[in-house]
């Protein structure tokens, strides 16, 4: 019990006004006996931070969400002064047992389908009818030294049909489709879902679409630019 | 240092500490909507009602995407369907589902009008939403 009450007091220290008793410590380092003194002041660390512009502070742009599933009321985008909103069900309450991820809404939808903890309908009324999936992988070779893309049709049919895709967004044809990652981030080609609800491209999620390695004895492409034609 | 204070004076430190640090856990967090919500604002504000908030992944446990996007003709946009009252009631957008069978009907109005009026349309946590083109209208923090 001894040992917990120190221990205690340990810690109380480090947040707490060090007691007057300790003030003649104080007294070498040239400060004012009848202001409180910190134990910040005694180390010199806060003196020195005071006159340092905010600016200075690590990682000023990264601001990192601390609750990324929060509840509805809490979310910053629902209106508290309305009732329904304590109605509505929070994501922490659904997402329990689901697989997670580091990106997105924190949940491997995939997966949470593959293993079966998801049973989502296919039509609007009719629980029993069954998804029409095609197994069909398309490898996308990158000009990039990135590993190439490999296009998975099943998880997608899992989840959608063929018509959403093509032939408004992706031609059903080989070498019809250009698509980088700048159209990608703009919301266009594989970005009109992936960005915005599917997982984000991220420097978390390169290596689930990048996922095959170059064929040996790869090298980047040469320049196209000639002497005529620096500019190509 | 520890031994100068006094035993009786112990707990008091003690207590402090502890609440000290309590006090650090219950500090409000920032938070963020959920990724993927929608807010649509087309025609809520001019009307006087809340700005509807669509949760995208509460559908989508218990809907595949082919569902609405397909077999219902939402767009892949956000704000993009021009969805009314007239034609949820008529049976179309939301009001396939929300017609009391097989999910609860229009009379709740509070259930997805429930974001903070002024919101601008937009889907939350999106790319081109975060780093190409922010909301024109700051959203509330």
Redesign the interface.
């Known amino acids: 019990m001894k040992n917990l009450l120190k221990g205690l007091a340990a810690v109380a220290s480090l947040s707490v006004i060090i007691p007057v008793a300790n003030a003649s410590d104080a007294a070498p380092l040239g400060l004012a006996a009848s202001k409180p003194i910190t134990s910040a002041e005694i180390t010199g660390s806060v003196p020195e931070k005071l006159n340092v512009s905010k600016a200075n502070v690590f990682n000023r742009l990264l601001k990192k969400v601390k609750d990324p599933n929060a509840a509805p009321a809490d979310d910053g985008i629902h209106d508290r002064a309305n009732e329904a909103t304590f109605a509505l069900q929070p994501p922490k309450v659904a997402y329990e047992g689901l697989p997670t991820t580091e990106f997105g809404n924190h949940v491997d939808w995939v997966k949470a389908l593959d293993d079966g903890l998801l049973d989502p309908r296919y039509d609007r009324a009719d629980p029993e009818v069954e998804p029409f999936v095609m197994d069909l992988d398309i490898v996308r070779p990158v000009s990039a030294s990135v590993p190439d893309v490999v296009f998975p049709h099943k998880p997608h049919t899992q989840w959608l049909h063929c018509s959403n895709c093509h032939p408004k967004i992706f031609v059903p044809q080989r070498l019809a489709n250009t698509i980088n990652m700048s159209a990608i981030i703009l919301g266009k080609k594989c970005g009109v879902c992936h960005g915005k609800v599917s997982f984000p491209p991220n420097t978390k999620t390169c290596k689930i679409c990048h996922s095959k390695p170059k064929p040996a004895g790869w090298k980047p492409p040469l320049s196209q630019a000639t002497v005529k034609n620096p500019w190509r | 240092?520890?031994a100068?204070?006094k035993r009786t004076?112990?707990?008091k430190?003690?207590?402090?500490?502890?609440l000290?640090?309590v006090s650090v856990f219950l500090m409000p967090?920032?938070?963020?909507?959920?990724?993927?919500?929608v807010?649509i604002n087309n025609y809520a504000d001019a009307a006087g009602m809340?700005p509807v908030?669509f949760?995208?992944?509460?559908h989508?446990?218990?809907?595949?995407?082919?569902?609405c996007?397909?077999?219902?003709g939402f767009k892949?946009k956000a704000g993009g369907n021009k969805i009314t009252m007239a034609k949820i009631i008529d049976g179309k957008f939301c009001g396939?589902?929300h017609n009391g069978e097989?999910s609860w009907s229009v009379e709740?109005?509070?259930?997805c009008?429930?974001?903070?009026?002024g919101?601008p349309t937009h889907?939350?946590?999106?790319?081109?939403q975060r780093?190409?083109a922010p909301a024109y209208k700051s959203?509330?923090?």
């Open positions: 240092m520890g100068k204070v004076s112990m707990w430190f003690a207590l402090l500490g502890v000290g640090w967090q920032q938070a963020e909507a959920e990724y993927a919500d807010i809340r908030v949760p995208h992944w509460y989508r446990i218990r809907f595949r995407c082919k569902v996007h397909a077999d219902l892949f396939a589902c097989i709740n109005c509070g259930m009008h429930s974001g903070i009026p919101t889907i939350s946590g999106s790319t081109v780093l190409v959203l509330p923090q």
